[in-house]
Antibody, heavy 118, light 110 residues
Framework: QLQLQESGPGLVKPSETLSLTCTVS??????????WGWIRQPPGKGLEWIGT???????SYNPSLKSRVTISEDASENQFSLSLNSVTAADTAVYYC??????????WGQGTLVTVSS | ETVLTQSPGTLSLSPGERATLSCRAS???????LAWYQQKPGQPPRLLIY???SRATGIPDRFSGSGSGTDFTLTISRLEPEDFAVYYC???????????FGQGTKVEIK
């Protein structure tokens, strides 16, 4: 059974870089058919797609975040990662890693709260 | 970029009642790539409906989806206590490659 687990710091200072890793079990991130992504949810608000990695390294990002986001993968560890630079309080959110196929998210990590504060 | 607008923002109903949730797109969306999710507090969303009208594995048949073009609907035929939650619609586009969520509809107990 496919499982995803986010990990990373829960507190990041303003202007610094938020870095999270998603560890995948029960499936290989190297499959060309699979898409892996990051979605976030500010406290009490809705869901926002951040970006997706697919086809062993191709990426696509939300235009509103594109200048600050990088998603990468480490096939040897079966992990993919999120880097978001120049963070502000507006980036405080629960960050979910996700498995996407045929245009939908079928599997989600449990989510990790990242707070941006000095 | 396609914007999804959900209505109403909050739906106050009693168990046993029918819930009708709307998702309107700013431009035509492929029905193949319109999905609905349910989210309860402290949990990630759960896929309910994909392809506008197909139920995901394990989803009860009281949940149904319909629509095409720019107007889509999620219907819960008879609300069970566990159905009170927030519901999101979502669309995927391959050109440009984007994923978009609606702002959500909260179904609360009246």
């Amino acid at each position: 059974q496919l499982q995803l687990q986010e990990s990373g710091p829960g507190l990041v200072k303003p202007s610094e870089t938020l870095s999270l890793t998603c560890t995948v079990s029960g499936g290989s991130i190297s499959s060309s058919s699979y898409y892996w992504g990051w979605i976030r949810q500010p406290p009490g608000k809705g869901l926002e797609w951040i970006g997706t990695i697919y086809n062993s390294g191709s990426t696509s990002y939300n235009p509103s975040l594109k200048s600050r986001v990088t998603i990468s993968e480490d096939a040897s560890e079966n992990q993919f990662s999120l880097s978001l630079n120049s963070v502000t309080a507006a980036d405080t959110a629960v960050y979910y890693c996700a498995f996407m196929i045929f245009g939908v998210v079928t599997h989600w990590g449990q989510g990790t709260l990242v707070t941006v504060s000095s | 970029e396609t914007v999804l607008t959900q209505s109403p923002g909050t739906l106050s109903l009693s168990p046993g009642e029918r819930a009708t949730l709307s998702c309107r797109a700013s431009q035509s969306v492929s029905s193949s790539y319109l999905a609905w999710y349910q989210q309860k507090p402290g949990q990630p969303p759960r896929l309910l409906i994909y392809g506008a009208s197909s139920r995901a594995t394990g989803i009860p048949d009281r949940f149904s989806g319909s629509g095409s073009g720019t107007d889509f609907t999620l219907t819960i035929s008879r609300l069970e206590p566990e159905d009170f939650a927030v519901y999101y619609c979502q669309q995927y586009s391959s050109s440009p490659f984007t994923w978009t969520f609606g702002q959500g509809t909260k179904v609360e107990i009246k």
